[in-house]
């Protein structure tokens, strides 16, 4: 058996706050495991660098993206069971410290159900400079950024002194009722080195299962003694970004792949999907996921 999430609606003009609601119960209802955020938050109509993506450049939904806490705060208010986790957030984006007491909160109104934290180093420029960081320093950073965070889920009073963060003597809260595992978005080779020493879990995106299981298995060779072994949490999309189709019955059989494979979870991605025009439209792909969810069942 493996555990099947699913990326919430999130991207483009069809998602408002009843579709968000509608998808997040249906998929509680059918038994996802969990729930997911992306985060962008501006579209340059001028782009420096190359877009992350599989695509040549950033698609056209990424003009109207809902931000990720505050629609995991939504859907918790919404839901009951499902977990929730982010898939992933843009270090860049965020400070250690704020986000801390943002993540404690989503976990504690949830009761608990904040499962995973995924962190990367993101690759837009623009949305760098938007919030006053050097985009050239995005990888040492995150460096930084992830033992600042958690230093904040500590026993108060908390403290961190760092390249990039400081953080005085301090009373920080809430804590999360249990620290959420941090997963890393990194694929490059010094974030594959960040993500064999730091995490807990590795997010591939949806690169061939074979590569990654010896990706994984060779970042398990690089952790620290004591450290539990890294997992995976793979990703994959209905629609790329760059527009490739895979059908329903072609992401079950990577699901039973990726249980093969010794993989924790597999995240389906629908917001590029194209033929997605509208909010019933929306809850009609969600309903169509069923087969992806039984082959993780009787993996």
Known sequence: MIDVGLVLPQLGPVVDAAVIKDAAQAAEEMGFAHLWVQDHFLYAVEQEGDY????????????????????????????????????????????????????????????????????????????????????????????????????????????????????????????????????????????LRRTAQHYDLWNPGSMPIAEAAAALAAMNEERPPGKAPLNAVYRVALQSTAGKLLTVEEIAHRTREAAQAGFEAVIVETNFCSDITSPQAWLDKVASLAPILEAGRSS
């Not at 995150?142 to 403290?159: G, I, K």
């Open 52 to 191: 992350g993506g599989s695509a040549a450049a950033q698609p056209e939904v990424y003009k109207t993206v809902y931000s990720p806490l505050e629609t995991l705060t939504w859907v918790a208010a919404w839901t009951s069971r499902i977990r929730l986790g982010t898939s992933v957030l843009v270090a860049g984006n965020h400070w250690p410290a704020q986000l801390a007491g943002r993540l404690a909160t989503v976990d504690r109104l949830s009761g608990g159900r904040l499962t995973a934290v995924g962190l990367g180093v993101g690759w837009s420029y623009e949305e760098h400079r938007a919030v006053g960081v050097d985009p050239r320093t995005r990888g040492q950073r995150v460096d930084d950024f992830l033992p600042a965070l958690l230093a904040c889920w500590q026993d108060d009073p908390v403290e961190y002194h760092g390249e990039f963060f400081d953080i005085p003597r301090s009373f920080i809260g809430p804590k999360p009722i249990r620290r959420p595992r941090m997963m890393s978005g990194m694929w490059s080779k010094a974030g």
